[in-house]
């Protein structure tokens, strides 16, 4: 797997359903974060890397005067989205197909740590956006992720996925540079607000399910070692039955005015 796309994944659906279940967890504070950073309860949107558009769906519902389109590269992962809101094809690291100016406000989920040039895509999605408008980020840092105790052998499971990011010029540390690249954008009034996602909260299987199995995934092909990784698995699966384990990591939320 180059790159993230869920069509490239060899059990797409089973993506798909960590997608949503990730969503109904915890897009609630998400999007109860992105109102208090600046995002309008009405108008016109646009999430730049929408994915199957569970959390813009969310957004929808939460004020129906929000009108939403969902850009995306993967086309598997758009004939999903077309189930829940209208879709465009394209790459938002690219000239994106939309006349500048044509929103009231923009906003990424977990997909600048997937750009080789954050700082470059934040601007190009600020050009969507009209004056006055709201520009807005999500996205996590790996650093932020705390574990206790520490899974057998995940270091090396997390370097692997360093390395997996850094093959393509990316980062998934992103999540905490997002206010410094804000200010560099020269957007105004930034606000920032943290959502931290927890196994005490969610459960530790469901937080293993949707926090460290992407760990796993991104750092199977760096390694390139099945009984390795088998024991990753099996370490992570005995962190979940431990009674004593506990699990976080946060979610920063950005937003500022073009």
């Given amino acids: 797997m180059d790159e993230y796309r869920v069509g490239q994944f ?3 659906r089973a993506e798909v359903t960590r997608l949503q279940e990730q969503a109904r967890l915890i897009s609630a504070q998400e999007r109860a974060a992105l109102a208090a950073v600046g995002v309008p309860t009405s108008g016109r949107g646009v999430e730049i890397g929408c994915g199957p558009g569970f959390f813009a769906e969310g957004l929808r519902r939460d004020d129906l005067g929000r009108k939403i389109v ?3 590269i993967d086309g598997y992962i758009l004939r999903e989205a077309r189930r829940r809101l209208p879709v465009v094809r394209g790459d938002g690291r690219g000239g994106l197909p939309f006349r500048a100016g044509s929103f009231d406000f923009a906003y990424s989920r977990l997909y600048l740590r997937h ?3 954050p700082a470059a895509a934040l601007l190009g999605m600020r050009g ?7 520009l807005a980020a999500i996205d996590s ?3 932020s992720l705390l574990l206790d ?3 057998t052998d995940f270091a090396t499971v997390a370097a692997g996925r360093r390395e ?3 093959r393509r010029g990316c980062s998934a540390e992103v999540g905490h540079h997002l206010p410094g690249l804000f200010a560099r954008a020269e957007l105004g009034n930034v606000k920032v607000k943290a959502v931290v996602l927890d196994s005490a909260t969610v459960g530790r299987e469901t937080f293993a399910q949707i926090v460290l199995t992407p760990f796993l995934q991104a750092a199977q092909p760096v390694l390139n ?3 390795r990784m088998a024991a990753a698995h099996a370490a992570v699966d005995h962190w979940v039955a431990a009674g004593d384990s506990y699990g976080a990591i946060t979610l920063f939320v950005v937003g500022g005015r073009v």
């Fill in 10 to 12: 060899e059990a797409p």
């Fill in 70 to 72: 969902g850009l995306d």
């Fill in 115 to 117: 750009v080789e040039d």
């Fill in 128 to 134: 969507l956006v009209k004056p006055g408008g709201c």
């Fill in 141 to 143: 840092s790996d650093a």
């Fill in 149 to 151: 105790p520490m899974p």
């Fill in 164 to 166: 997996w990011f850094s």
């Fill in 225 to 227: 070692d099945p009984a």
